[in-house]
């Protein structure tokens, strides 16, 4: 009796001695995966001020007379596209400026009117050419932002395809974003801000607004897109923004990126990643435009922390890494546009952190969209000016 009683006992202990390690070994597995959430979802430190360059650059009128420049594009043979958000499309090549006709009829109001243009990444072959803009199509009065393609022939646009239109139209003049960009893998990103129906529209994914979209070039849904409830919109790649009007892919790192205008403060650089949720407006740096509180909430565990974040605002807009090796000092940053102060904000980067803050171009109107042409100089659409080029500074010594 002894002998089973000692067995049982043995049996036990070494039972017990088993629960005991898989629990402090599942411990530690946890332990392990929430720091490496933590790692991958930082709280953004608050960023430097900005300040003058030591050197000013100076700058060329590429394309003069122009009012609201909205978006540009480069074609094969460096010639450029540009939207006027009042309407028209047009194409200057060898200094002359000509007219595109087979413009989408736009909703103009507010913030709204025909906004950013981008080429297929296989242009040279198809001739494709996207455009986002505000629509009075579909249901409800006003009108909000489509996405379409169409063909470009002789400066007419043709073959014209309507691939996405947010819904429900609203009269509200306000965030409407929108920004396209490609992967490289056959997806095209774009963006539609809240419309300002800011407690409705971030957080609801059965409903359009306040999203960054993802679609195939054809204008199809991808089936590996992150829908996670019933009647959601299936376009819908992450959500919880405000109104996101620059975004970049992010070559070195395989991401897309967009920066988005916060209220009064708040305005956000934001890593895109699939059926993530930025928190708008439930968690905010930014307070309400007559200094009263929206929350009191700055980040939260359901919720992807920005890059960074400015406060005040400078109002973003337009966005781009430069990569170039005719801007040295500039190599491997980030420049935006600010609408507010009417510069173009160099950001200098370490270790995923903003070290530095530049106003660059000062003066010249809200900066509305910036490019990297592919001769290697940096574009920007400034209103009331046109489209400028930067000189770096060895050209002007």
């Not at 609201?68 to 594009?73: C, E, K, L, M």
């Not at 063909?151 to 139209?169: C, F, I, M, P």
């Not at 960054?212 to 054809?218: A, F, I, S, T």
Request: proline share 5%.
């Amino acid at each position: 009796m002894k002998r089973i009683l000692l067995l049982l006992s043995l049996i036990f202990t070494f039972s017990a001695c088993g629960e005991n390690q898989k629990s402090e070994e599942k411990a530690e597995v946890e332990e392990q995966t929430e720091t490496s959430d933590q790692d991958s979802n930082p709280v953004p430190e608050k960023q430097p001020e900005a300040v003058s360059p030591d050197r000013e650059y100076e700058h060329e009128v590429v394309i003069g007379d122009m009012s609201i420049p909205w978006g540009f594009d480069f074609l094969p043979d460096g010639s450029i596209l540009v939207t006027e958000k009042g309407g028209d499309i047009y194409h200057f090549k060898d200094g002359e400026k000509v007219a595109i006709s087979g413009a989408p009829e736009i909703y103009n109001q507010g913030q709204g009117g025909l906004l950013d243009i981008a080429l297929h990444p296989d242009f040279e072959t198809n001739n494709w050419v996207y455009i986002t803009y505000s629509s009075q199509e579909g249901e409800g009065e006003g009108g909000n932002t489509a996405l379409m393609r169409a063909k470009l022939e002789n400066n007419q646009l043709t073959n014209r395809e309507d691939l996405y239109k947010g819904e429900t139209n609203s009269t509200r003049g306000q965030h409407f974003g929108s920004r396209i960009v490609f992967d490289g893998e056959g997806h095209l990103f774009f963006t539609i801000g809240d419309r300002g129906n800011r407690d409705v529209n971030p957080q609801d994914i059965t409903r359009d607004g306040g999203k960054v979209y993802r679609l195939n070039l054809d204008g199809s849904v991808p089936s590996d897109n992150p829908v996670g409830e019933e009647n959601a919109k299936e376009a819908i790649y992450s959500y919880g923004h405000r109104n996101p009007q620059g975004m970049i892919f992010n070559e070195e790192t395989g991401e897309v990126w967009v920066n988005e205008h916060g209220p009064k403060g708040g305005d956000e650089i934001n890593v895109v990643k699939a059926g993530k949720n930025y928190g708008w407006p439930v968690v905010t740096y930014g307070e309400n435009y007559d200094g009263t509180t929206i929350t009191e909430e700055r980040t939260g565990p359901e919720f992807q922390n920005p890059l960074t974040y400015w406060v005040p605002s400078i109002a973003p807009s337009g966005f781009e890494k430069v990569t170039s090796d005719k801007y040295p000092e500039l190599k491997g940053n980030l420049l935006v546009g600010s609408l507010k102060f009417q510069y173009l904000e160099h950001l200098a980067m370490e270790n995923g952190k903003v070290t530095k803050r530049e106003k660059l171009l000062e003066g010249l109107g809200r900066m509305r969209d910036v490019q990297q042409g592919p001769d290697g100089f940096i574009y920007v659409a400034a209103e009331g000016t046109g489209i400028v080029k930067m000189l770096p500074l060895e050209e002007t010594e």
